[in-house]
């Protein structure tokens, strides 16, 4: 089962606006990632933020995390044509570093040139 | 520093025969996951393995199976094989323990197609 769930499933938008992706997940945890597919790929990882942080920059990235409404979002600034991809958020749903992995089900972003 | 590496990239299985997918884990990392990505669908995490032994299993049955080597590569056996089990099977590394969180590096996957 998903611990994850990536709100909307799929977005489309103009080159150069801004992408938001919101995850919800259901137990307590210990880090959340976001991670990067494309089309029948491996993922790549993108950023993580643990439990205690509220919110994390990487380039045109920018998360964020509330514990207390379990949820999180993806916000990608100034998209570009090869952000296109499906992203997916996923947790450690344990106080373990060591603990296994969860994906949700994914948000495919399209960029419109 | 080598990435993960899976073979083989792709396959055609008949239902009822088994199958072996294989990894090779980053350098310097201890633990293996396998996952199954149906299409259109995140990743399911399979299970999970450190220093040979598993360590966490999510809802797959007994047919599907695994072992890592002292290597740290590592096998994903499916048994009986079913329609349904025609998916991207992922292998991830990581080494949680020296990084303090379980960050995974994917391999490109083993696209497996059950006929």
């Known amino acids: 089962s998903q611990q994850g769930e990536e709100d909307p499933q799929a977005l489309s938008i103009q080159e150069g606006e801004n992408a938001t992706m919101n995850c919800s997940y259901k137990?307590?945890?210990?880090?959340l990632q976001w991670y990067r597919q494309n089309s029948g790929r491996g993922l790549v990882h993108l950023i993580l933020i643990r439990s205690n942080e509220r919110e994390k920059h990487s380039g045109r990235l920018r998360v964020t995390l509330d514990t207390s409404k379990k949820s999180s979002s993806l916000l990608i600034t100034a998209s570009r044509a090869a952000d296109t991809a499906s992203y997916f958020c996923a947790t450690g749903p344990g106080y373990s570093s060591a603990s296994k992995i969860i994906f949700g089900s994914g948000t495919r972003l399209s960029i419109r040139p | 520093e080598t990435g993960v590496t899976q073979s083989p990239t792709h396959l055609i299985k008949t239902r009822g025969q088994q199958v072996t997918l294989r990894c090779s884990s980053q350098s310097g990392h201890n633990t293996v996951s396998w996952y199954q990505q149906a299409l259109g669908q995140g990743p399911q995490f399979i299970f999970q393995y450190y220093r040979e032994e598993e360590n966490g299993r999510g809802n797959f049955p007994p047919r599907f199976s695994g072992l890592q080597f002292p290597n740290y590569s590592s096998e994903l056996n499916v048994n009986a094989l079913e329609l349904d089990d025609s998916a991207l099977y992922l292998c991830?590394?990581?080494?949680?323990?020296?990084?303090?969180?379980?960050?995974?590096?994917f391999g490109a996957g083993s696209r497996l197609t059950v006929l």
């Open positions: 991830a590394s990581s080494s949680p323990l020296t990084a303090g969180a379980n960050v995974l590096t």
């Open positions: 137990t307590s945890i210990n880090n």
